[in-house]
Each structure stands twice: as C-alpha cells, then as structure tokens.
C-alpha cells in the first residue's frame, strides 16, 4: 500500500501530531511566486507610472512577466490541498475571519488586473498580427484583439490612460496581495517564529528584491539570446533598485530575528538550540551571507565605484542570481523553520522533503519553472522587448 | 423542539447554497434561508465519527447543554486505554503519528532541573508496545531514581475562542451550541492552516480523508445520551465530562471544588478541558 504520509524524525518532546509536518515545499514555492509577481509588477510600474525611463527596456516584460508568474499561484496550492476540487468552497462561502478566506478574490482580482492591463500593453501588437500575420498566429491574436482593431491616436490615448490607471491600482494590490501572505503566516499566534507584526513588511521587501532580481537575470538572458545590446543605464537602475530594497529587507529582517531573540519568551532556549544548529547553514551561511551580504556588498561596489559594461552586467546578474536564491531560502526558513520548531517549546522536528509525489520537491520544481515555460510560450505571440515589436519584425519579413 | 433549533449554523448557509444548485432557490429565498434549510432537517453535514447515522441525535438540544471536561492529572495511570479506545472508536489511524487524545508523561529525575516528557511517538515507547498500532508506556525509568513522574491526559480543548475556527477559510470547522469544535469533513479542504493555528497540537491531517480531523468529544455519542470512549473506559476517572449548565455534573463539582488550570491560558482561546494537578513544565 502507498506510504500516506511521512512521519518526521525529532527531538526532545514534540506534540504527537506534530510528527506529521503539515506544509511543505509547495508552501515554500507559494509566497515564493506571489513574491516574484509582486516584485516584477513594481519594476514594471516604475516605468509606467512613475515615468522612470530607464525601466523602459524591461517594462513590458516585467508586466508580461508578472502575469506568467501570478497564473502559477494557484497551483502550489491546489497540488497541497487534500480536497483541490473543493477549493471553491473558500469563495463561494468565505470564512471572513479566516486570513486566508480573502485570498481567492485578491488573487482572483489581481490576476484580472495583469490579464487586463497586459491586453492594452500588448493591444497593438496583437491587432497588428491580427491584420499582417499568417497562419494560426493571425487568428490566435483576431480572438485576443477581442475585436478591438482601432490602433487611431485617440484609441492608443485612450489605452494609456487605462495602462495608468491599472499600473497605478495595480501597485497597492500586488503588494497588498504579498503582505497578505505575510500576515497568513504572523498572524498564527501558535508559533513562535511566525507570530511578529513585521511578518508582512519583511515578505514584501524580499518580494520587491526578488521580482527585480528575476527581471534583471531574465532581462540580460533574453537580451545575450536575441543577440541585442543591454541597455546599461536599465540595468544600473534595477541595480539601485535592488540595491536600495535589499537594505531595507535586511534591516526588517535582523529587526524581526533580533526582537524574537530578545523578546525570549517561553520556549527559546529550543528556539536558540534550533537557530544555533540546524538554522546555521540555511539561515546564517546561504540567506543571509552568500544571498544577502555578497550581492550587497557586490551591489554597494557597483554603485560606489560607478562600474560600466560587461562588468556591471556580470556583476548585476551574479547579484540577482544569488538574490534569487536568498529569498527563495527566506521562505524555506520561514514555511519550514516554523514548523520545524514544536509547539511545545520543548523539541524540535525535521522536515525531510521527498522528491517524488505530489508535495515532493519534483512537483515543486515543475511549479516553478511552469512560469518560465509560460513566459516562453507568450513570447511566441507577442513580444515585450522595447526595441522592436513582432509588427517590426513581420514588416521586416515581408519587405525582404 | 424544531429542526432549526438544532440546525448548526454554518451548515444551514451550506445547505441554502446547495438548495441554489439544486434550482430551488430564487430572489425571495434569501430572506428564506432559515425555512429552507430547516424543511431539510435530514439533510445535514458530515458525520464527525464513526458511524453516526443523523446529526446531531434525534431529540437532541443543542440548545440545553454546555459541555466541558475535566481531567484529574493526579489519578492518570498512563495505562492508554484511552488511547486505544479512541482510536478504535473514532476509526483514528493506527499508527504513533495520528492522536485524537494522547497521554504525556513527564519525570524528573535526581538532579535535574527540567523534566523528561515523552508521549506515543517516542521509538522507546513504539518499541515496547511492539508496534505502531498498540500503545504503550515504556518502563524507561526504572534503574534512575525518579523524583517526581505523572501523566497528563491530552485532547481537543473545544475552545471558547478556538484559533482552528477563526482560520478555516471555509468555516468548514465551527463551533456548536453545545460547546464543540466540529469539522465537517464534506466541506474541508484540506489546507490544514488550522492545523498550524492550534496550539495544542491536537489537530491532524486525515490522509485517507484529505481532510483534517480531530477530538469531537465523541459527539456522536455525547448527542445519544453516552459519555466520550475514553472517558468510558479509564479506569481511575482521570478524565470526566459533564454539562456546565446542569451545577451537579461531574464537571460542574469538579470546578467548583478544585482551584482548576487550562493549558496556555495566555494564547486566548479560552480553552474548555479543565485540570488538576498539572505542573509548570506541562506544556
């Protein structure tokens, strides 16, 4: 018979139940995305709210991006719930006192939002591919123009003013939506290492970082692929960006590490056993040295020293690379941390991923790529590089 | 006494919207929902044991009863029974990994400052039961000079404030009149956040089911005129259950004549499981 759980090995005294952990890998990837979706859609309004021309070049992509992203939330969710063809019963009768209750209808909301505001961002190019294109790709775009075919000055007035008026509701509800997430966790006064009013406020910083991050690393991979130069003034300026918030996520999060320590309260000593054992690799060595204080000090060179050109790039990438990491080792030690420290305050519990199955960290992987893969797939239909639209390239064709 | 009286609440908003699926409702049955669900008085939501036919019992008033239970540290044996019982009742896995109610035991031994705890999950323990689906208190500590040991009964608490309830983001776990905290299993999702909100460990996620479970008191049996299974069967009534609105029941004298503690007070949720002779490193 298949195995229906696994029992956790652990130490001192931990609640019998609590030998079974209840949220695994794919609650890590879940605040994981949602952060990304909020960190690409800030890049992404930069440009088109704050007007900051630099962001220009990766606007759009940001924006394409963060769609990919928020389509796949759903899905670590849905795989880790034991009843996923229930998953409607939160919305069709929400317990409005639960944190979570909301969640449908903001996500909901927000994902309209990007679908919407991607759909103006993206209307020329698909009316254009509805007019000039061939094959299969004119009639995917004639249904996504949604008959909308007028491209007239007044017309594309008439869609900034919404691209605006969407980026500049889109800002409180992306990150509305990852603080949210924040307080789902701190918000359980049950455990120790959750419960802190700081929980969101450190959830939507290390969101901004990674959403810049991911934007600065796909930005120059796509831009090395397609053969086209890197606009170095956008990378400086993600690079301050990412520079800028980093700092702040680091302060919250020793502000947040440092009052649990000094708080003390019942059960630390486990917690300090746990933070001076286990917690040291994960925590200590990969978030915040290799993840946090490299690419700071990376970062704070850059900008000190007003490096230029390949390095600068190289520079940015290795930084978002390891921002990347550092954020997705914030939520492990966050999701998995906190359960791994009893309830009891007396023991200790360890979280032993499987690889296989369906909260296995294969499922957990495939849910992160998925966005990329979906990335991909919009790039064949349009095309979020600000150098050149697929109206561009298919005037080009014909005219060769 | 009316089928509405003793409808739970949340459930009546279910079946309402189940009446929408079936056609059967339009504008004016909003106001309705009440008679609506009340006309469908089998109609009700999950079973929450074993094998209970209707829910609550028939005859049953919610209305009528504040159930609580009480647990006298001082006289647990630590012989499981209660364990067992449980288990066997409420169809709990038979494993050391899943417990509707548990036993802790706690000893101080000669020249220790804290305390040696262990419960069911403990290999030691496994060991000396055999296996994972029998239960049993190892005799560890009989070449160690033992200064102080008891055994301190564990289960849902039925909280007052519970924490489960407030982060169900279904309501598919709600508090009843009568002063349970029932899950319904139809309705569940299967998210376990109440898993995570419970301080008291006593919730788990049912994998058979896909759902969480827990300690329902035995409302099954409690709602037919019976006492939870392991109340029923310990043999030193370490564990008592009683209704506060009836000042003779066991429960009633047991809080009047004691000066009574619940666990972890200070996390608000107003706990409903009352003890004697708990000590300061019971947690």
Redesign the interface.
């Known amino acids: 018979m298949e195995t229906l759980f696994q029992a956790a090995p652990f130490s001192g005294y931990v609640y019998p139940n609590e030998t079974v952990i209840p949220w695994s890998v794919l609650i890590v990837v879940y605040p994981y995305l949602t952060g990304l979706v909020a960190g690409s859609f800030t890049v992404s309004s930069l440009f088109h709210v704050f007007g900051m021309e630099q962001f220009r070049p990766v606007s759009r992509f940001a924006m394409l991006l963060a769609l990919c992203l928020m389509v796949c939330v759903p899905m670590p969710l849905l795989l880790h719930l034991g009843h996923p063809e229930r998953a409607f019963n939160a919305m069709i009768t929400p317990h409005l006192t639960s944190a979570f209750a909301i969640f449908g209808y903001a996500a909901s909301f927000y994902t309209l939002l990007l679908l919407v505001e991607n759909w103006f961002v993206f209307r020329p190019q698909i009316v254009q591919i509805a007019n000039e294109g061939t094959g299969p790709l004119r009639w995917i775009c004639r249904v996504l123009s949604l008959g909308s075919n007028d491209l007239s000055e007044h017309a594309m007035h008439y869609d900034h003013k919404w691209i605006y008026a969407l980026a500049v509701i889109g800002i409180p509800a992306a990150l509305g939506l990852h603080g949210y997430v924040g307080f789902v966790f701190g918000s359980l006064k049950s455990r120790e290492w959750w419960s802190s009013d700081l929980m969101p406020p450190v959830f939507l910083l290390s969101a901004v970082i990674s959403g810049t991050s991911l934007v600065i690393l796909l930005y120059v991979i796509t831009s090395l692929a397609r053969k086209v130069p890197i606009e170095e003034s956008c990378i400086k300026g993600l690079v301050y960006t990412l520079w800028g918030f980093l700092m702040f996520a680091l302060l919250l999060e020793g502000v947040e590490f440092a009052s649990l320590l000094y708080r003390s309260r019942e059960g630390i000593e486990t917690i300090m056993t746990y933070v001076t054992g286990r917690l040291v690799v994960p925590f200590f060595v990969l978030q915040l040295g290799l993840g946090s204080l490299v690419p700071l000090l990376t970062l704070s060179f850059l900008i000190v020293r007003g490096v230029k050109g390949r390095a600068l790039i190289g520079a940015a990438c290795a930084s978002a690379l390891l921002v990347l990491f550092a954020v997705l080792m914030m939520r492990w030690n966050v999701v998995i941390g906190g359960q791994e420290i009893s309830k009891t305050g007396k023991g200790l519990v360890t979280y032993e991923p499987e690889w296989f199955g369906r909260e296995g960290l294969l499922a957990a992987g495939s849910v992160l790529c998925m966005p990329m893969i979906l990335m991909f797939l919009a790039t064949r239909i349009v095309t979020p590089w600000a150098e050149e639209s697929r109206a561009a390239l298919l005037r080009g064709r014909a005219a060769s | 006494m009316t089928n509405d009286t003793t409808k739970p609440e ?1 459930p009546a ?2 079946i309402f ?1 189940r009446n929408i699926g079936r056609g059967a409702a339009c504008a004016g049955a909003v106001a309705g929902a009440g008679l609506i669900a009340g006309a469908h008085g089998a109609d009700t939501p999950a079973t929450p044991a074993s094998d209970g036919q209707s829910f609550p019992a028939p005859g049953y008033d919610w209305n009528a009863h504040r159930w609580a239970f009480a647990v006298d540290a001082t006289k647990c044996i630590g012989c499981l029974r209660c364990v067992e019982a449980c288990k066997k009742e409420n169809h709990v896995a038979l ?5 509707r109610t ?1 036993v ?1 035991r706690y000893a101080y031994l000669e020249g220790e400052e804290k305390p040696h ?5 403990d290999p030691v323990n496994i060991q000396a039961a055999g296996s994972e689906e029998k239960y049993r208190f190892a005799n560890r500590y009989k070449d160690a000079k033992v200064e102080k040991a008891f055994f301190v009964p ?1 289960l849902c608490n039925h909280c007052t404030h519970p ?1 489960c ?8 776990t709600y508090k009843t009149r009568d002063g349970f905290v029932l899950i319904d299993h139809k ?7 109440c ?18 479970d827990k300690c329902t008191w035995c409302y099954h049996r409690v709602t037919r005129g019976l006492m939870p299974a392991c109340v029923e069967v310990c043999p030193v009534q370490a564990r008592m259950f009683g209704d506060l609105n009836d000042p003779k029941s066991v429960v009633s004298l047991f809080i009047r004549n004691n000066r009574v503690q619940v666990l972890k007070p200070e ?2 949720n107003a706990p409903n499981v009352y003890y004697i002779g708990l000590d300061k490193e019971v ?1």
């Open positions: 949340v908003r279910r919207l494993d050391a990994h899943h417990f548990w802790e705890v262990d419960s069911m999950p564990k924490a309830v407030q982060v169900c983001p279904t309501g598919a309705y569940c999702i299967g998210c376990q956040y898993v995570q909100a419970c301080p008291y460990g006593a919730r788990f996620f049912n994998h058979a089911k896909g759902v969480t996390t608000g947690v």
